[in-house]
């Protein structure tokens, strides 16, 4: 069973509009969620990341919408730019576990057409 | 700031073969791990490492082991390859105590012919 989710699988929008990346998970003791952004060729590197504490995360045009009640977030990418397709990751993790291990979803492949 | 080596970029192998796989991070992490990356299935966990010399297995340990003998490097060996087989292979490093970051290597390309 696969403990988180993402969808689209991939997903095109056209140069400024905005992206959205679901994800959902299984885990209600996850209680971190970093997304990750891979370009071709080169390994994830982290992009935003989210506790549950929180409901929103914002970095940019970057911003993280969490509903905890409902186990699932979403990462809005506004005014998207050409330099923003990559995949991207939606991972959690939950507190003390072991080696803060990180589950990781399948991921949205995004293209954005200038 | 600091960076992940990971050795060889692409490896090109035969099935029965042993394969090693290197990984080094000069950040001084203490945790280290390995992921298997295959098209439409993200990214699973093979091995983690909490300190030198300690190994643990993750969700898809079958078919490998792993080396922590130094703090700044993890190795990764494929036992036996399979015919066909085609991942990356990335491995990642976090420091213990600090933020959840885990930071990525660029990966190793395997395939088996």
């Known amino acids: 069973q696969q403990q988180v989710r993402q969808s689209p699988q991939s997903l095109t929008v056209w140069e400024g509009e905005t992206a959205i990346l679901n994800c959902s998970y299984e885990?209600?003791?996850?209680?971190?969620f970093p997304w990750y952004q891979q370009f071709p060729g080169e390994g994830p590197a982290l992009l935003i990341s989210i506790r549950s504490v929180s409901d929103k995360k914002e970095d940019g045009r970057f911003t993280i919408f969490f509903n905890k009640r409902e186990k699932k977030l979403s990462l809005h990418i506004t005014d998207s730019q050409p330099g923003d397709s990559a995949t991207y990751f939606c991972?959690?993790?939950?507190?003390?576990?072991?080696?803060?291990?990180?589950?990781f979803g399948i991921g949205t492949r995004v293209l954005v057409r200038p | 700031g600091g960076i992940i080596t990971q050795t060889p970029k692409f490896l090109i192998g035969q099935e029965g073969q042993k394969l090693t796989l290197k990984c080094q991070q000069n950040?001084?992490?203490?945790?280290m791990y390995w992921y298997r990356q295959d098209s439409g299935k993200g990214l699973r966990l093979i091995y983690y490492?909490?300190?030198?010399?300690?190994?643990q297995k993750g969700d898809l340990s079958e078919g490998y082991d792993a080396s922590r003998e130094k703090k700044s490097s993890f190795s990764l060996t494929v036992t036996s390859a399979q015919k066909n087989e085609m991942a990356v292979f990335l491995c990642?490093?976090?420091?213990?105590?600090?933020?959840?970051?885990?930071?990525f290597g660029p990966g190793t390309r395997l395939l088996v012919l």
């Open positions: 950040f001084n992490h203490d945790t």
């Open positions: 990642a490093s976090r420091s213990t105590g600090g933020a959840d970051t885990q930071y």
């Open positions: 885990d209600s003791t996850f209680n971190y």
């Open positions: 490492s909490i300190t030198e010399n300690d190994l």
């Open positions: 991972a959690a993790s939950a507190p003390n576990s072991a080696g803060n291990k990180l589950t």
